[in-house]
T-cell receptor
Framework: DAKTTQPPSMDCAEGRAANLPCNHS???????VYWYRQIHSQGPQYIIH???NNETNEMASLIITEDRKSSTLILPHATLRDTAVYYC???????????FGAGTRLTVKP | DVKVTQSSRYLVKRTGEKVFLECVQD?????MFWYRQDPGLGLRLIYF???????EKGDIPEGYSVSREKKERFSLILESASTNQTSMYLC?????????????FGPGTRLTVT
């Protein structure tokens, strides 16, 4: 599975969009990009995933560059409850376990 | 709404005790997983199961066993708990027929072995 690189921490003002970047320059054609988040002392929460196209759901949007070497998770209107560690994971289609790295600690401030 | 539940949020056991951690999912998922999460080490896969009565070892199976008698239930067993098994234990499930196989996690069980 391709390795991912994320900034260790980011801040965002409440009500503004939070844009979390992820670099996965060694991604291969059959690897999905997944985003999870983990609020302190809770299990990881699935947010969104994509293969080639941009994706949007009720929680977030995922923008994948055309060469697929990087992606951005967008939380359109961040709230204090979005404060969490966000993980970007790249995994081959049909793979088993999810390999969580260190992630980005997002702090939403009032 | 997807739901994975774990039997306990917090558990304290003594060294040498047999410990059962239960996980139940209501999404009719074929695949189920047990991870442990430790500071600085991320999530590590202990065991997974892709069908009833089937199991596969993950990266760190030593000291653990699992049981899957029903599709919705996956149990993690610590035969003789030791202090180095103090950790956060996370259960997850995924749909086998989905190409993306995103996993859905339970709330976790924080186990302390004294």
């Amino acid at each position: 599975d391709a390795k991912t690189t994320q900034p260790p921490s980011m801040d965002c003002a409440e009500g503004r969009a939070a844009n979390l970047p992820c670099n996965h320059s060694t991604i291969s054609g059959n690897e999905y990009v997944y985003w999870y988040r983990q609020i302190h002392s809770q299990g990881p929460q699935y947010i969104i995933h994509g293969l080639k196209n941009n994706e949007t759901n009720e929680m977030a949007s995922l923008i994948i560059t055309e060469d697929r070497k990087s992606s951005t998770l967008i939380l359109p209107h961040a709230t204090l409850r979005d404060t969490a560690v966000y993980y970007c994971i790249v995994r081959v289609t049909g793979g088993n376990d999810m390999r969580f790295g260190a992630g980005t600690r997002l702090t939403v401030k009032p | 709404d997807v739901k994975v539940t774990q039997s306990s949020r917090y558990l304290v056991k003594r060294t040498g005790e047999k410990v059962f951690l239960e996980c139940v999912q209501d999404m009719d998922h074929e695949n189920m997983f047990w991870y442990r999460q430790d500071p600085g080490l991320g999530l590590r896969l202990i065991y997974f199961s892709y069908d009833v009565k089937m199991k596969e070892k993950g990266d760190i199976p030593e000291g653990y066993s699992v049981s899957r008698e029903k599709k919705e239930r996956f149990s993690l067993i610590l035969e003789s708990a030791s202090t180095n098994q103090t950790s956060m234990y996370l259960c997850a499930s995924s749909l086998a027929t989905s190409g993306s196989r995103e996993q859905y996690f339970g709330p976790g069980t924080r186990l302390t072995v004294t």
